[in-house]
């Protein structure tokens, strides 16, 4: 399986660049009422824009610059479609994806499953982000993303979380005239928080409630063996990646769609082989919440790019045991962060209500390193660990009953706040 692995990631690797287009939003809006995907194939090419308009949700989208000139996309559901559907204030929610991910994981699995739909109809303003280098933010003022050699791809997760994360809550803020929100993140999408909750606490004031599903910072317990195979070599492999020019990794691909029709698909003998590759790389149970027949749209969007330094940063928790910033090495540690080890993340400075929702079976949320995470949590913390021993890592975005068995319960939570304000 190892060896497999491995293969086929070199293959996309050097062979899965996506040709940049915006061609899809043609799409005129039919079968408004649609709950599940009426074409697979459709839904797989698709962009998220198109996604959302033609499942008869209303659309925007806005752009953020971060201080260091990188400009990300955020798509907007200002409001439900059978509930909750007309145009109003409402309290926003931010949520943010995972690595090598997109925004397109809440979406994708269409209305009635998919988070973003669940929260426009629950009486949310949603706003789902997208960080740098991923596919919809795959841009900057000055620097060139398609040079794999270049210093556009010169970040890991702390950049995403102490810069990404400010200015797309500040775009929010001002867009709704609110002076706080709801965030939610899958995975990455909490670790960049805890990031920007320690190096940015003013941010905290701007939190109602955070929710983390699958939270990951520290790392020291991670159960993937790839990773866990890969991580002492790292620096090594990010010198190697840079030479080869392939600082950007896993780049939302035409392979992968193809892989997901041609290979994945309904009726394809490889399915289950496309099952035990997934599980393998992402920590995803091919158990009750894995619904295969969306093998195509889901592989139609993710995966959708991240920097080499991203992972090499999660392999520096992995063998450091620590939750600390990117370590650069001695001499540039000195200029950056004074000192020539890395700083940990000071989470005690982490004063928002953060909510672990986690769960038993999670190869990269481990409970050891949960637990951890809750002790060190500087603000009023939570617990709730997920009502279904199978439910792993992937199930929080795709889990086919990921609604029942948690974004009611994120959903409750959030109305406390909301009713209180
Ligand atoms: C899986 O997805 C397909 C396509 O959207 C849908 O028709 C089917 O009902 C889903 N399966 C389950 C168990 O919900």
């Known amino acids: 399986m190892l060896r497999i692995s491995v293969w086929f990631s070199c293959v996309v690797l050097v062979f899965g660049r996506y040709p940049t287009s915006d061609n899809k939003d043609e799409l005129e809006t039919r079968d408004l009422g649609a709950r599940i995907s009426d074409n697979i194939v459709e839904d797989a090419n698709l962009d998220v824009g198109g996604l959302v308009k033609k499942y008869g949700y209303p659309y925007e989208e806005h752009h953020a610059i971060t201080q ?157 063996p790839l990773f866990g195979l890969l991580a002492p070599h790292r620096k090594e492999l990010e010198a190697l990646l840079g030479d080869l020019g392939l600082k950007e990794l896993f780049p939302r691909s035409p392979i992968f769609t193809w892989l997901g029709m041609n290979v994945c698909a309904d009726g394809k003998p490889f399915q289950p082989l496309c099952s035990g590759l997934v599980f393998f790389f992402a920590g995803w149970n091919p158990g009750p919440q894995h619904n295969a027949t969306m093998f195509p749209v889901k592989l139609g969007h993710t995966p959708a790019g991240s920097s080499a330094r991203q ?78 021993p199978t439910f792993s890592h992937a199930d929080f975005m795709w889990g086919q009953k990921a609604k029942e068995v948690v974004y009611d319960k994120v959903i409750e939570i959030m109305k406390t706040y909301d009713n209180a304000l």
């Open 68 to 224: 260091d000139g990188y400009i990300l996309t955020l798509h907007r559901i200002p409001h439900g479609r059978d509930q909750n559907n007309t145009p109003g204030q409402r309290p926003a929610a931010l949520v943010m994806h995972g690595i090598t991910s997109s925004s397109a994981d809440f979406v994708l699995m269409g209305p009635g499953t998919a988070l973003a739909y669940i929260l426009a109809e629950a009486g949310y303003d949603v706003w789902l982000g997208n960080a740098r280098g991923t596919y919809y933010s795959r841009r900057h003022l000055t620097l060139n993303p398609n040079n794999g050699k270049g210093t556009f791809w010169d970040f890991s997760w702390d950049e995403i979380g102490n810069m990404d994360l400010p200015a797309m809550i500040d775009l929010i803020l001002t867009q709704t005239g609110q002076s706080r929100l709801h965030y939610l993140g899958m995975s990455q999408g909490t670790t960049v928080f805890f990031v920007m909750g320690s190096l940015r606490p003013d941010y905290n004031r701007k939190i109602i409630s955070m929710h983390a599903l699958a939270p990951v910072a520290y790392l020291a317990h991670n159960q993937n």
């Open 311 to 388: 992972l090499v940063h999660f392999g520096q928790s992995i063998v450091e045991k620590t939750f600390q910033r990117y370590d650069h090495g001695e001499v540039i540690n000195l200029i950056v962060y004074g000192s020539r080890t890395p700083p940990n993340y000071n989470l005690n400075q982490l004063k928002a209500p953060v909510y672990l929702h986690y769960s038993a079976q999670d190869p990269f949320a481990n409970l050891n390193d949960v637990e951890r995470l809750y002790r060190e949590l500087g603000g009023p913390k939570f617990k709730v660990r997920v009502p279904e």
